[in-house]
């Protein structure tokens, strides 16, 4: 069955502002659903081709048609995978919507007011689709293709015993390996900028399955830095040379790597000047975000469910420390991720 979509805003006393059609952007669960296949062993040629379907899970409270989540499965294949998706994948949508109420000051800034995703079924084949929301602009932001996928054979635990690694958690999405030696090139090259603007770069590597565990697990071997990019000390934009120059790094290594995610930093030092240091180290801006701007590219040069994207947030005192986003059912949380020592880099070099 086919359904409208709509997000429902409610003020704090309980009054309806009203009912916003939306259209549900399905590709980040698209993807989720299709590294699920990639983990049982599906071809990555396979795989990342998958036509998925998703439908509404009604909320336990309330029924149809407030939104609890939805399923999404691999169209047309009975016993392939599935997955049931949190409400919180509406969460972006909701934001977007009350910025938009905002502009046209149906709302006020600081309003305090709650979200709630609806769906409609859509009963006959003349109903109107909602209203499609702005489309990134691919050539703007640097867009490229991602390269050809290959899944290597490999044991966790091998990789675990090697480098003296702590243990995976078992809810841990796709657990991702980067050496000392890659975090030190980044932080090298942030705190070389004395926090006048950002900086950044690609993470190359190579993503393995478990065969024992069922499941993937990617090692960054590497970071390309960017050049040829715009930048401030509260941006960093990539340009189409900047990719250039990234898929010539990776071709020319030859090592069969693929690009796992970027990184940049955020000049800390820079924003919280006027602060104490004791103070600039607490500082939320200290703790790595990913800001609307980041998100946006991420979700169109990285769309794939491994991607991850690293944040160093040079604080001035102490060092950089180091932060990572990735995607977890179809949004971009801050993971975990697990460092490897002079080991892993001896050998993946």
């Known amino acids: 069955m086919r359904y409208s979509y709509a997000v429902q805003v409610?003020?704090?006393d309980g009054t309806e502002v009203g009912q916003v059609p939306v259209r549900i952007d399905w590709e980040p669960a698209r993807e989720w659903v299709?590294?699920?296949?990639?983990?049982?062993?599906v071809p990555p040629?396979?795989?990342?081709?998958?036509d998925c379907g998703f439908s509404p899970v009604w909320d336990s409270n309330?029924?149809?048609p407030w939104i609890g989540g939805f399923d999404g499965g691999a169209a047309g294949q009975d016993g392939g995978p599935?997955?049931?998706?949190?409400?919180?994948?509406f969460g972006e949508l909701a934001r977007g919507v009350t910025k938009r109420l905002v502009a046209e000051g149906t709302l006020q800034k600081g309003d305090l007011i709650r979200c709630h995703p609806l769906a409609y079924p859509e009963l006959g084949e003349n109903v109107p689709p909602p209203p499609a929301t702005a489309a990134p602009e691919p050539e703007r932001l640097g867009r490229v293709s991602p390269p050809r996928i290959a899944v290597r054979p490999r044991p966790l635990r091998e990789l675990l015993a090697v480098n003296g690694s702590e243990p995976v958690a078992a809810e841990e999405p796709i657990p991702?390996?980067?050496p000392e030696r890659v975090l030190d090139e980044a932080g090298q090259l942030t705190t070389a900028e004395q926090g006048e603007r950002e900086t950044g770069g690609v993470l190359i590597g190579h993503l393995f399955r478990d065969g024992d565990e069922a499941r993937l697990f990617a090692e960054v071997t590497a970071q390309v830095p960017a050049r040829y990019t715009e930048a401030s000390s509260a941006k960093l934009t990539f340009t189409p040379a900047t990719w250039t120059e990234v898929r010539a790094a990776i071709s020319l290594r030859n090592r069969g790597e693929m690009m796992l995610g970027w990184w940049h930093s955020h000049p800390v030092r820079e924003w919280c000047k006027d602060c104490p240091p004791e103070k600039r180290a607490s500082c939320a801006l200290a703790q790595g975000f990913l800001s609307e701007d980041d998100r946006l590219l991420h979700r169109t040069v990285f769309p794939r469910a491994y991607s991850v994207a690293l944040v160093v947030n040079d604080i001035g005192e102490g060092g950089p420390t180091y932060s990572l986003f990735g995607w977890s059912r179809g949004v971009i949380e801050e993971r975990s991720f697990h460092r490897l020592g002079k080991e892993s880099d001896a050998r993946t070099q």
Not at 82 to 89: L, Q
Request: proline share 0%; glycine share 10%.
């Open 45 to 50: 040629d396979e795989a990342f081709l998958l």
């Open 62 to 64: 309330r029924g149809q």
């Open 34 to 41: 299709r590294l699920k296949a990639l983990e049982r062993g």
């Open 10 to 12: 409610v003020r704090e």
């Open 82 to 89: 599935r997955e049931i998706f949190a409400v919180g994948y």
């Open 176 to 178: 991702v390996f980067i």
